[in-house]
């Protein structure tokens, strides 16, 4: 499990400088002198069917960002543009995923999309609008990049409970709409060819899915805010390890 976590360390540093890393049931040894975390995502899903992995920040030799993803089990690299949006060209991107075709043989490189339906532009953007990744990662103003950090969690909590909100309404409308169906289909069970029982189930049907659609908004909603949250507790771990790294070194 080592030597894999340190195989792709010594062959990402080759290709750049090392930001961050993060380990999902993986060790790294011997420890180099970058933040070293859990990977949020993955920890908080509370079960071993995910295969052990390691994330890494990479500041390539044009100084452009990226994030990339090795699972040594299924031998295969991903790029996750998502967390470095605005942060890599096209260009730069292209050349980054050769270097790593190269650097790795044999290891599958794929590209993580961006997904619309998991909002992953509006979560980028919320993040983004308070805190930049790169000064997580590399800035020298570590109180200003805190306080930012700490205005997105206080953001992030905030559009959980507006989600939590949305979500407890429209579970409180459907019980007794779905009670009111259930009148309507009783009354009007043995009703045949009456055009007002046609059009009273039309209304009950676009009623019904209007309320479906706004709970699974609220759930949706409610996913976002939790990894808006997780990013800020990221950014947060890693700025703890950067300060704690610069105060040890600072001692010597």
Known sequence: MSDDATAFYEALSDLGEVLTIKL????LEPVPAVPILPCLDHEALLHEGIAPHAAAYLRDKDGYLHEVVYTP???RLDVDVVSTLNECTPDAHTRF???LGK???GVEV???????????????NAVRAQVNVREVLSGLEFEKTRLAIDKLKVISALMDKQARVASWGSRTITTPFLALVILVVLLTFRVENAWWVTSLYYVLTLVGAFFLYSGL???HLSEMA???WKR???YGLILDERQRLRDSSSTY
């Open 73 to 75: 089990k299924e031998r």
């Open 97 to 99: 995923m050769t270097a």
């Open 103 to 105: 650097s790795f043989p």
């Open 217 to 219: 908004k609220a759930v």
């Open 110 to 124: 794929t590209v993580t999309p961006v997904s619309w339906l998991k909002g992953d532009k509006r979560v980028a």
């Open 226 to 228: 939790s990894r808006v």
């Open 24 to 27: 999902y049931r993986l060790r």
């Open 232 to 234: 800020s507790a990221e």
